[in-house]
């Protein structure tokens, strides 16, 4: 079984900065893809951010490019979202989740298997 546990959401401001951590428990870290979902109130979860299993390959909702960085630390078993210009529209539950394949990157919900419980990230404006 895989937890996995976010942490380092909270209340800021338009144009902050937040870097949230999702640390995965077991072995088997290392080998699989993983991803970050949002879902704001009355929404549907949206794909935000993926990363590969080594950390070489990342791909972004457009809607982020250029504002958020997904990074990986293997060693600890962490994967990271650096949220920069944080704008009201981002307001959302971060949620980390495993791809369910090892090695590769998924963009869409059904290709995750392993989820944490989420994060609350809010911008006011």
């Known amino acids: 079984q895989v937890q996995l546990v976010e942490s380092g959401g909270g209340l800021v401001q338009a144009g902050d900065s937040l870097r949230l951590s999702c640390t995965a428990s077991?072995?088997?870290?290392?080998?699989?893809?993983m991803g970050w979902f949002r879902q704001a109130p009355g929404k549907e979860r949206e794909f935000v951010a993926a990363?590969?299993?080594?950390?070489?390959?990342?791909y972004y909702a457009d809607s982020v490019k250029g504002r958020f960085t997904i990074s990986r630390d293997n060693a600890k078993n962490t994967v990271y979202l650096q949220m920069n210009s944080l704008k009201s529209e981002d307001t959302a539950i971060y949620s980390c989740a495993r791809r369910s394949r090892p090695y590769v990157l998924g963009y869409t919900s059904p290709e995750y298997d392993y989820w944490g419980q989420g994060t609350q990230v809010t911008v006011s404006s």
């Open positions: 077991g072995r088997t870290f290392s080998s699989y893809g």
């Open positions: 990363i590969n299993w080594s950390g070489s390959s990342t």
